[in-house]
């Protein structure tokens, strides 16, 4: 359930530092598919998780996946949703893990796992939305794949 933007303004986003962002070259310079493009973070250890407001920042490095809508988090301990106790420690315990499979179930989640057998899945239904995307990819200073609703 990917869709680039349309062409449009410029916009200003704070995803870890700020960068300026046009549709249009995006839209030009985008050769690779989401898919491909989450699987690159395999081999990437996740580095950092960033609670802002009403969404999440994961970092792998060089890359960063914005989880608009909110993710949940599966490990040894069971499944945990956002508002669980538990739920920030266990997303925190995924840091310094390297991820071994990421990839997009069509319409359904985004789903990272790492060498552990942890999950961390941002959910892509449309019930799910709490705003105009579900999640964006930036790998180094460019925003590579959104995820809205058709």
Request: charge should be negative.
């Amino acid at each position: 359930m990917r869709l680039l933007p349309e062409n449009g303004p410029k916009v200003e986003l704070h995803l870890g530092g700020t960068f300026r962002w046009d549709p249009r070259k995006l839209e030009d310079e985008m050769s690779d598919s989401c898919q491909d493009l989450l699987a690159s973070l395999i081999g990437k250890q996740m580095t950092a998780v960033s609670f802002v407001l009403d969404y999440i920042n994961f970092q792998f490095e060089d890359a960063f996946l914005t989880a608009l809508s909110l993710p949940y988090v599966q490990a040894n301990q069971g499944k945990l949703s956002y508002g669980a106790a538990g739920y920030r420690d266990m997303l925190c315990e995924r840091i310094s893990h390297k991820v071994t499979a990421a990839s997009e179930i069509e319409e359904q989640e985004i789903r990272i796992t790492f060498d552990d057998g942890s999950v961390i899945a941002i959910p892509l239904g449309l019930e799910e939305y709490r705003g105009v995307e579900a999640a964006i990819l930036q790998i180094g200073p460019e925003i590579k794949c959104v995820w809205r609703p058709e």
